[in-house]
C-alpha cells in the first residue's frame, strides 16, 4: 500500500557531499514523521535524523552541524543533505515514515511505520 522508493547513495570521498531522497507513493493519507537511518557492518541500524509534520527535526549527536533533514509535504518526500562526509558515515541508509493510508482511516488504524529498500553510501579516498 506505501512504497519508499530512495535514491542519491553512492561513493564519495572525506569531506565531500551527498545529498539522499526518498519520496512514499501509494494510498496515503496522512504522514507524521519522516526520517533516515543508517546501519554499518556489523553494526545495529541507528537514528540518523528525523522530521515531524510541523518541521521539527532531530539528529543523532555524530551528525549534528554535518547533516540536514527536510521534507516536501507536496511531493511526500524528505531529504538528507550531507556534508563534510567522514568514513564512519558509510552504511546502508534506510528512509522511514510513519503514515497512515486511506484504508486505515476507515478501520481506525492508527498510523504504521514504512521502510525503504535502503542506499549504500561509502565514503572513502
Known amino acids: 500500500q506505501v512504497q519508499l522508493v530512495e535514491s542519491g547513495g553512492g561513493l564519495v570521498q572525506p569531506g565531500g557531499s551527498l545529498r539522499l531522497s526518498c519520496t512514499a507513493s501509494g494510498s496515503i493519507f496522512s504522514i507524521n514523521t519522516m526520517g533516515w537511518y543508517r546501519q554499518a557492518p556489523g553494526k545495529q541500524r541507528e537514528l540518523v535524523a528525523t522530521?515531524?509534520?510541523?518541521?521539527?527535526?532531530n539528529y543523532a549527536d555524530s551528525v549534528k552541524d554535518r547533516f540536514t533533514i527536510s521534507r516536501d509535504n507536496a511531493k511526500n518526500t524528505v531529504y538528507l543533505q550531507m556534508n563534510s562526509l567522514k568514513p564512519e558515515d558509510t552504511a546502508i541508509y534506510y528512509c522511514?515514515?510513519?503514515?497512515?493510508?486511506?484504508?486505515?482511516?476507515?478501520?481506525?488504524?492508527?498510523?504504521?511505520?514504512?521502510w525503504g529498500q535502503g542506499t549504500q553510501v561509502a565514503v572513502s579516498s
Open positions: 522530521i515531524t509534520s510541523g518541521s521539527t527535526t
Open positions: 522511514q515514515i510513519r503514515a497512515r493510508t486511506v484504508p486505515d482511516i476507515y478501520s481506525d488504524t492508527p498510523p504504521r511505520d514504512y
